[in-house]
């Protein structure tokens, strides 16, 4: 189970940091399942804006490089995003992710941006105006 929080409104150049407390996904081998934020604003797709990499590294959209921080912290089982010089492309419904992953053929398993990730929490609005 996934639940999002932390949305808002806000004005141009401000901050938010939402959150995702996670349930459920632990993985024996990894500790966690791969996961990521994504965002969707009606009549446009849905896009990818962090991820963790194979290696654990977060991973950004062009977009949103440079503005926004991903990290998680196990012993709160939650996920952050922390989102700064907001802007009103900014807006739209943020959602967390969560995948297994896709295991490699020599060890070790994919995640990032382009992973197709099955769980999704219901998410939270974003609003900068």
């Known amino acids: 189970q996934l639940v999002e929080s932390g949305g808002g409104s806000v004005h141009p150049g401000g901050s938010l940091r939402l959150s995702c407390v996670y349930s459920g996904i632990t993985d024996t081998r990894y500790g966690t399942y791969c996961m990521g934020w994504f965002r969707q604003d009606p009549g446009r797709e849905r896009e990818a804006v962090a991820a963790?990499?194979?290696?654990?590294?977060?991973r950004y959209a062009d977009s949103v490089r440079d503005r926004f921080t991903m990290s998680k912290d196990d012993a709160q089982n939650t996920l952050y995003l922390q989102m700064t010089a907001l802007n009103p492309e900014d807006t739209a419904m943020y959602y967390c992710?969560?995948?297994?992953?896709?295991?490699?053929?020599?060890?070790?398993?994919?995640?990032?941006?382009?992973?197709?990730?099955?769980?999704w929490g219901q998410g939270t609005q974003v609003t900068v105006s």
């Open positions: 963790f990499d194979s290696q654990g590294t977060p």
């Open positions: 992710a969560a995948d297994p992953g896709i295991p490699l053929q020599h060890g070790g398993r994919f995640c990032g941006l382009s992973l197709r990730y099955n769980n």
